[in-house]
């Protein structure tokens, strides 16, 4: 049986990526430190809009990543959706939880956790355009970048369009809850913002 290090490394980065559960997926197990490739994800995480966030929530897998940037980009995207797969649950599980919420509340609610939905799922088909990009070269490499480009795009619309649900409600609705969703997609986005960053510097020659 594979010890439990090797078992998470291979469910992130090998396996396909499919969409959330009610269930979010486990969190990553650190690898051993390399040194190397610790100041390689360093490096590459200037280019994100959230630097220390990237380098913190990566850099414990820098043995994993190889220096390699589509590597880390890979482990980015599925960082991304496991966050994304917590926050849905978190929302689905205020939904039920307020089944006699305010009218407007609870369509923001409902909304979202379907928003949230459609990002897990455009997140993974992102993690599924950059599996085995290293083997390709030429124009396929391009197109496969491009897909995984606009898929995480639209990834990040979806959850903007969450918290601009409850941004709308204005004084309706309770405010605790609309503090709290709107606090956890904005770190969720934070995420997802540096993941298509990685995924851009494929291209962009970072």
Request: net charge neutral; aromatic share 6%; proline share 5%.
């Amino acid at each position: 049986m594979l010890p439990n290090s090797l078992f998470f490394l291979f469910f992130f980065l090998f396996l396909p990526l499919v969409a959330c559960t009610s269930v979010p997926p486990p969190d990553l197990a650190p690898m051993s430190p390399d040194e190397n490739a610790t100041e390689f994800i360093r490096a590459r995480c200037v280019l994100t809009r959230y630097p220390d966030l990237c380098f913190t929530s990566l850099s414990s897998y820098a043995s994993a990543v190889r220096r390699s940037p589509v590597q880390l980009a890979r482990l980015a995207t599925n960082v991304t959706l496991a966050r994304l797969c917590a926050l849905r649950a978190h929302v689905s599980a205020l939904r039920r939880a307020g089944a006699g919420a305010p009218g407007r509340e609870a369509a923001a609610l409902r909304d979202c956790a379907e928003q949230l939905g459609d990002a897990a799922d455009q997140v993974g088909r992102t993690a599924a355009e950059l599996r085995g990009l290293e083997a390709l070269v030429g124009m396929e490499v391009a197109w496969r970048v491009s897909n995984a480009q606009t898929w995480m795009s639209a990834a990040l619309t979806n959850e903007d369009t969450c918290s601009d649900g409850f941004r709308e409600m204005g004084g309706g609705g309770t405010s605790s809850i609309r503090t709290d969703v709107c606090r956890r997609v904005g770190r969720v986005i934070q995420y997802t913002s540096n993941a298509l960053a990685l995924v851009n510097s494929l291209v962009n020659g970072g």
